[in-house]
């Protein structure tokens, strides 16, 4: 079974650019998360779709971050235009159908997004 | 809001000795989920071990362990028989069990050194 994907692994932007990540959930897994990690601080919670639907935004940062989950599969998240301090590691990860605190997230590999 | 705080950012072990890894954290909630999760160099993040607040029983995964001491809001992760392979960043997080989407929070992380 493929695991959690994303794209690209890395990219490298000037600010002002726009920038648009992909992540690939698990089939049949309908919690979809994005998560980001500053440089030297904690992975912070970005949002959480239910299948294609925003289930909890607040994590996102402002009007410049826009995430879609196109019929409730893949997911993207786009940075327009992008700032120097939205550089970091993003990270997808999803579980299963349901809610309980006991679902396992299985987390992608994350794309490194450099803004320069 | 709960917080995670992992206070050693770099800990080292031998190869075949013990290290405890630890955290804290900081919640109202009665009932809720931590977890440990590792990730090495380049990789994804995997789930090492998971504890549910409401079994006073420890957690155990083949050579990983965890202390949970509920009232003290700690979380400490033990490694025994430690292997190269352990070497890794180390998340302590924690999610509650209703609302919020079941999101994680996590601490700064641990990175982990074995020795040979």
């Known amino acids: 079974e493929a695991g959690v994907t994303q794209f690209p692994s890395h990219s490298v932007i000037e600010k002002g650019q726009t920038v648009t990540l992909r992540c690939d959930p698990i089939?049949?897994?309908?919690?979809l998360y994005w998560y980001r990690r500053v440089m030297g601080k904690e992975i912070k919670f970005l949002l959480h779709f239910v299948k294609e639907s925003k289930q909890d935004e607040s994590g996102m940062p402002n009007n410049r971050f826009l995430a879609e989950r196109t019929g409730g599969t893949y997911s993207t998240l786009k940075v327009q235009p992008a700032e120097l301090e939205d550089s970091g590691v993003y990270f997808c990860?999803?579980?299963?159908?349901?809610?309980?605190?006991?679902?396992?997230?299985?987390f992608g590999p994350g794309t490194r997004l450099t803004v320069l | 809001a709960q917080t995670v705080t992992q206070s050693q950012p770099e800990m080292s072990v031998q190869e075949a000795e013990t290290v405890t890894l630890s955290c804290t954290y900081d919640t109202s909630e009665s009932d809720y989920y931590l977890f440990w999760y590792k990730q090495p160099p380049s990789r994804q993040m995997i789930l090492v071990i998971r504890q549910e607040a409401y079994k006073q029983q420890n957690a155990t995964e083949n050579r990983f362990s965890v202390n949970f001491q509920k009232a003290a809001k700690s979380f400490s992760l033990k490694i025994s028989d430690s292997q190269l392979g352990d070497a890794a960043m180390y998340f302590c997080a924690y999610s509650g069990q209703f609302g919020a989407g079941n999101m994680l929070t996590f601490g700064g992380g641990t990175r982990l050194m074995v020795k040979p």
């Open positions: 990860a999803s579980s299963q159908r349901g809610q309980g605190g006991n679902n396992e997230q299985f």
């Open positions: 089939s049949g897994h309908d919690n």
